[in-house]
């Protein structure tokens, strides 16, 4: 019988690498895992036009749609991406596994900084400061860090002031549990307070990882490949 197919969306500026570790645990044995770099980052090329959350969301959806996937695994500002995938452009995908993303404005912690710069070059050389300067007490930041360095500016620009704009007008955790069935994992540790107050009145489902970091995929792939063969699971039961 042939495996399910599974879309992996990395977070801001991160890249599909972030999933590596994930094909040696028994998710990739069960499901056939696609992960994708969004244009812009990881090394591919960024879009023609303005890298914005809706552009990012149909080119998700037609990736889906070409790999018949129905289920979608998204990371932090990736989250958006995936719930307006499912919310729009007439592509079936019923699934989303998020992985702590953004809620409420507050979460856009590292892409909303973007809407304070003018230059996109000037945004990116200080974020990679700023994460640096992080990395000396959090190691497992300098992954991410390797990964933001190789993004294109413009798109890293273009993608956190839209970020900012749309956390702004509208809650992204309203459209997310909307958008499909929504399976929320997080460690509430890694939340602001608004976003772990927006999920206590939330109807998805809600799952613990309360020692993991913002990149559970990374510091622990099998508890991640655990706990989402178990929504997997669920989903399919409900």
């Known amino acids: 019988m042939d495996r399910q197919s599974i879309v992996l969306t990395a977070g801001f500026g991160d890249s599909s690498e972030m999933y590596g570790s994930l094909f040696e645990t028994p998710l990739a044995s069960k499901y056939r895992l696609i992960p994708i770099d969004l244009p812009g980052f990881g090394g591919a090329p960024p879009l023609a036009g303005d890298t914005t959350l809706a552009s990012l969301a149909e080119f998700v959806a037609d990736r889906a749609k070409q790999e018949g996937a129905r289920t979608i695994i998204a990371h932090s500002a990736s989250s958006i991406i995936a719930s307006l995938a499912a919310d729009g452009f007439g592509r079936p995908i019923d699934t989303i596994l998020s992985l702590e ?138």
């Open 101 to 238: 993303g953004n809620i409420t404005a507050e979460d856009a912690y590292f892409s909303g900084s973007a809407a304070n710069y003018t230059d996109p070059s000037e945004f990116k050389d200080a974020f990679i400061k700023r994460l640096g300067e992080m990395s000396e007490t959090q190691p497992i930041v300098a992954r991410y860090l390797r990964s933001v360095s190789c993004a294109d500016a413009r798109a890293l620009w273009e993608l956190g002031c839209d970020v900012r704009r749309f956390s702004a007008r509208i809650s992204p955790g309203e459209i997310l549990s909307r958008s499909a069935e929504v399976f929320y994992l997080y460690n509430p540790s890694n939340c602001p307070e608004a976003t772990l107050v927006w999920l206590r009145t939330s109807s998805i489902h809600l799952i613990r990882a309360d020692s993991a970091s913002h990149w559970i995929s990374v510091d622990q792939p099998e508890e991640l490949s655990r706990l989402a063969l178990a929504a997997l699971e669920r989903s399919r039961a409900v």
